[in-house]
Structure formats: C-alpha cells, structure tokens
C-alpha cells in the first residue's frame, strides 16, 4: 500500500518535471538568437557599447552569440559566415571599415538572416544587404567639432594649424569626422590642417602620433582634432612629456564624450568633447524583435546627441552613463 502511494507519487512528480522540462525547451525554442559581430576592445567607448548590447539582451530575453573581431575585418567575416552556418534569426555588427562587405552580406540574404547595422556604417550600392542602420551620424559630429573650432578662433586672424588623430583606416567614424572638419573650414584659410595620421581609436596608438607630431612641427601645433577620447587621452599624456600644456597651449577637440574625457575637461587639458553615445543596446534588442515580427523599420535610425564644451563639464560629469 505503502509502496504504491510512492509509486504513484513518483509517477506524478515524473510527469511534473516532463512537463516543466518540456516547458522550458518549448520557451529556449521561441527565444530569438541573435549572432553580434563587435569590432573589438579598442576604447572606452567600445566597452560601453559592449554592455550595453550584453545587458539589453539578456533584458529582452534574446539569446545573443557576441564575439570580438580585434579590429580585424577578416574576423569580422568569420564570425558572421559562422552566424549564418548556425542559422541564427538575426545577425548584427558594427562593422569596423566600411568597404568590402558584399560577398559575406549577400550569404546571409541567401541564408534568409536579416542583418541590422550597428554603430558604423557601410558603403555597398546595393542596401537592400541590410535591414537597418542604427548609430550616430558621425558627420554630424565632425561638422559640430569643426563649428565649435571656427567659433573659438572668431577673433583670431590665425594661422591655426590643427594636427589630426585619425581613428581606425577606412572606419566610418575616422572618415566622417574628418570630412565633417574640413567641410567647415574649407572656406577659412586661416585652418590648415598640417598633420593627419591613425592612431587606431587606441590611447597608445594617439600617444604614440602625437609623440611623433611634436618631434616633427614642435610649437607650431595649436589644435588636437583627435577622433576619440582615448587617443586625446594618450595625446595629453605625450605633450605633457613635452613640457606643452593641453587645453591651454594646445586647443584639444575630442569625441565619445566618456568619463575619461569629461575627467580632462575637468582638468582643463580637454577644451569640448562631441559626444557619441554607446549605449545602442535597448535600441537594437526592439529593432531584432521587430524584425523578427515582421514590422518593417527605417533604414536609418540615428542617435540623438550633442556637444560638451570644457565649461560645463564638472557640472555634466556626475550624470554621464559611460
Ligand atoms: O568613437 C571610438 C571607437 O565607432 C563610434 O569607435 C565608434 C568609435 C568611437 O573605438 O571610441
């Protein structure tokens, strides 16, 4: 008697925890899996922009398969051929240059996988390869760099001689934000941009070239155009091994807007940062589940942003998310 009630028991706990196991697979079964591509660990921004994606999946319940292609291109194509291969509902990258991703693109639009962009954009004729871009306008942002340069000079006859860190070679953002500097002082002669070379978005890399830039125009600089805080951060450092004072002898123009370059402003050694948000990830997340409902989205979704100049920055400081 006894041991039938146990048996019974046990029939009925078995069926139980079936049922809850099959439960669960039934809800793994209709999580979407999304395939991320990121560009890599190269700045503070990118780690933002990490966690950001990470965190907002795991809120929206996304599966999310994320790799890091170490500023690579190559790797970037690996991970998303191997996306494809795992037959993932959506793939998403920041793609680290913007040229020579139509063979991969067409694969997953072979495969059936939408693909939506992410931060940097691309260039290929045919847009029909993606279903939607979602970051910044980097040209925006290299207009509001150049705009508030003119704006400081106002009363200057120059000649203002700016040396430039580019980002990464062929990136959208290293592209975009110089083409947005010199469509602005194109008509002002007094600008000459003197210098220009890549330091990788890296704070070694900006170190480095700045490094590089003194030994070869020494005093003759008055502005860093550096494409990102974390190579304006290793310029600072470079000139202060000079013995030239950033903010002060030299005017440094800066992006991202994170906490390390908010700390410089504070400092005095940063004199604006034009600010690029990180934080894409909850954008992405409703941009993958529309898709995958079938909702059709606009090509082009751009973040809102704006510009810090060095006066506002200890009382901006305490708020920044990143
Ligand atoms: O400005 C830089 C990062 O693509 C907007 O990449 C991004 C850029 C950002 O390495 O810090």
Redesign the pocket.
């Known amino acids: 008697m006894r041991h039938a009630r146990r048996a019974a028991i046990g029939a009925l706990l078995g069926s139980a925890l079936l049922l809850g196991a099959s439960l669960t697979a039934h809800a793994d079964d209709t999580k979407i899996t999304l395939g991320f591509s990121q560009?890599?660990a190269?700045?503070?921004?990118?780690t933002a922009?990490t966690v950001s994606v990470k965190s907002a999946a795991k809120d929206a319940g996304i599966n999310l398969k994320f790799s890091d292609a170490q500023q690579k291109q190559e790797n970037q194509i690996k991970a998303i051929r191997s996306y494809i291969a795992q037959k993932v509902d959506v793939i998403a990258f920041?793609p680290v240059v913007e040229s020579g991703w139509e063979p991969v693109l067409i694969e997953a639009k072979n495969a059936n996988i939408p693909v939506i962009l992410t931060?940097?954009n691309i260039d290929v004729k045919d847009t029909s390869l993606y279903v939607t871009m979602i970051?910044?306008d980097?040209l925006e942002e290299g207009r509001r760099g150049g705009k508030w340069l003119e704006d400081h000079y106002k009363n200057d006859a120059g000649p203002i001689n700016i040396a430039e860190l580019q980002?990464?070679v062929g990136?959208?953002?290293a592209n975009d934000?110089r083409a947005g500097l010199l469509e602005v002082i194109k008509n002002d002669p007094k600008f000459k941009v003197i210098a220009s070379q890549s330091g990788d978005?890296?704070l070694a890399g900006g170190k480095q070239v700045m490094e590089a830039f003194i030994k070869t125009y020494g005093k003759q600089i008055n502005v860093v155009y550096a494409?990102?805080?974390?190579?304006a951060l290793g310029a600072i450092q470079a000139m202060e091994e000079a013995g030239i004072k950033p903010g002060k002898d030299v005017t440094v123009i800066s992006?991202?807007a994170?906490k390390g370059g908010f700390e410089a402003m504070v400092a005095g050694k940063i004199n604006v940062d034009v600010e690029?948000s990180?934080l894409l990830g909850p954008q992405l997340m409703t941009a993958v589940k529309e898709v995958v409902a079938g909702k059709s989205l606009p090509k082009r979704i751009v973040t809102e942003e704006t510009i810090f100049p060095m006066s506002v920055a200890a009382q901006v400081l305490p708020q920044r998310k990143y």
Do not use: K, L
Request: proline share 6%; glycine share 10%; hydrophobic share 25%.
């Open positions: 560009v890599g190269e700045s503070a921004w990118r922009n920041s931060d940097r970051g910044s980097f980002g990464t990136s959208a953002p934000r978005f890296t494409h990102n805080d974390d190579m992006f991202d994170t690029c990180p």
